[in-house]
T-cell receptor, first 117, second 110 residues
Framework: NAGVTQTPKFRILKIGQSMTLQCTQDMNHNYMYWYRQDPGMGLKLIYYSVGAGITDKGEVPNGYNVSRSTTEDFPLRLELAAPSQTSVYFC????????????????FGPGTRLTVL | GQQVMQIPQYQHVQEGEDFTTYCNSSTTLSNIQWYKQRPGGHPVFLIQLVKSGEVKKQKRLTFQFGEAKKNSSLHITATQTTDVGTYFCAGLGTGNQFYFGTGTSLTVIP
């Protein structure tokens, strides 16, 4: 199993450009998450999904969109990139949330380092 | 909004010394998870605690969840150079939101 894979690894965007960060998991996990990690900081939840066709906002959803058309894929869309979105983006997945979102082991991808200039 | 703070932010220890990081939430958490992130890497799950007052051990690591489910601690006995990294707590808080702590960066001096 590859686990959680993310593409691209690095990307530089100009202000106002758009892009999609890809995330795929091959563990048949129901839950998937997108986090951002600013330098020297903890992770903040952007969006999460409890299954195909179901998504919900996390702590910092503004400026982002997601979709979950299959169990395996959970892409994150940035429509109008801003310098404040410069960060490392991590995708994660878990089999379930026994007591709610984030209550099962989360497996993280390697991250995408995004710079907006 | 809800905050999950960790202290200290940084800790340097001599190899063989003990290390403790404390996690404090502004509101009650349903659970506590601990993750370790090596420099340049991604978070790796260590453990989850769910019950009030719960204590779990993994070899040299001891994890504790407070009675009020608002705080937690991670204690490492006799640190090794392989323990280097940033340790994060995380948990499900109010509004069905999942929060990560601010992290404690551990440096182990050989």
């Amino acid at each position: 199993n590859a686990g959680v894979t993310q593409t691209p690894k690095f990307r530089i965007l100009k202000i106002g450009q758009s892009m999609t960060l890809q995330c795929t998991q091959d563990m048949n996990h129901n839950y998937m998450y997108w986090y951002r990690q600013d330098p020297g900081m903890g992770l903040k939840l952007i969006y999460y999904s409890v299954g195909a066709g179901i998504t919900d906002k996390g702590e910092v959803p503004n400026g982002y969109n997601v979709s979950r058309s299959t169990t395996e894929d959970f892409p994150l869309r940035l429509e109008l990139a801003a310098p404040s979105q410069t960060s490392v983006y991590f995708c994660a997945s878990s089999y379930s949330g026994l007591h709610g979102v984030g209550t099962d082991t989360q497996y993280f991808g390697p991250g995408t380092r995004l710079t907006v200039l | 909004g809800q905050q999950v703070m960790q202290i200290p932010q940084y800790q340097h220890v001599q190899e063989g010394e003990d290390f403790t990081t404390y996690c404090n939430s502004s509101t009650t958490l349903s659970n506590i998870q601990w993750y370790k992130q090596r420099p340049g890497g991604h978070p790796v799950f260590l453990i989850q605690l769910v019950k009030s007052g719960e204590v779990k051990k993994q070899k040299r690591l001891t994890f504790q969840f407070g009675e009020a489910k608002k705080n937690s601690s991670l204690h490492i006995t006799a640190t090794q150079t392989t323990d280097v990294g940033t340790y994060f707590c995380a948990g499900l808080g109010t509004g069905n939101q999942f929060y990560f702590g601010t992290g404690t960066s551990l440096t182990v001096i050989p």
